[in-house]
């Protein structure tokens, strides 16, 4: 039986505003860090901002780029560099622990695919949960 009309209504407003929901503060994020220091503390706030720049990524990455850096606010070159270290050190974990759960997730599956034996199934859920934990809580 097909779901009535409302029901699928229902359905689409629920997931629109999961969408917006989840996708709300990231969207937020970008446009702020497109705005400028007057306009982020503008009241009433503005939706978009009137003169949208990547000034303050090129000062974060420690770019000079022409750009105007009373603009974007302070920032120092030694923050500049601080970042610098700490996304290359977030690049290099968020790669080891990706590779490290595919090896361990390709041979779990391999292993359960091939071999049957008793209590595979509830070792295979114990595998399964344990890849949701990030390794980096452990």
């Given at each position: 039986?097909?779901?009535?009309?409302?029901?699928?209504?229902?359905?689409?407003?629920?997931?629109?505003?999961?969408?917006?929901?989840?996708?709300?503060?990231?969207?937020?994020?970008?446009?702020?860090?497109?705005?400028?220091?007057?306009?982020?503390?503008?009241?009433?706030?503005?939706?978009?901002?009137?003169?949208?720049?990547?000034?303050?990524?090129?000062?974060?990455?420690?770019?000079?780029?022409g750009?105007?850096?009373?603009?974007?606010?302070?920032?120092?070159?030694?923050?500049?560099?601080?970042?610098?270290?700490?996304?290359l050190?977030?690049?290099?974990?968020?790669?080891?622990?990706?590779?490290?759960?595919?090896?361990?997730?390709?041979?779990?599956?391999?292993?359960?695919?091939?071999?049957?034996?008793?209590?595979?199934?509830?070792?295979?859920?114990?595998?399964?949960?344990?890849?949701?934990?990030?390794?980096?809580?452990?």
């Open positions: 039986m097909r779901p009535s009309r409302l029901a699928t209504a229902a359905r689409v407003v629920v997931v629109v505003l999961l969408v917006a929901w989840s996708l709300g503060p990231i969207v937020v994020g970008v446009l702020t860090s497109l705005s400028t220091q007057p306009e982020i503390a503008a009241l009433p706030a503005h939706w978009l901002p009137a003169d949208p720049s990547l000034d303050a990524y090129s000062s974060l990455l420690g770019s000079d780029g750009g105007d850096k009373a603009r974007v606010g302070v920032g120092t070159a030694s923050d500049a560099s601080a970042f610098k270290s700490a996304l050190n977030t690049t290099i974990l968020t790669v080891v622990s990706t590779l490290v759960i595919l090896v361990v997730a390709i041979l779990a599956g391999y292993g359960f695919s091939r071999l049957a034996f008793k209590g595979s199934s509830v070792l295979m859920w114990v595998v399964v949960a344990t890849l949701i934990i990030p390794l980096f809580t452990l």
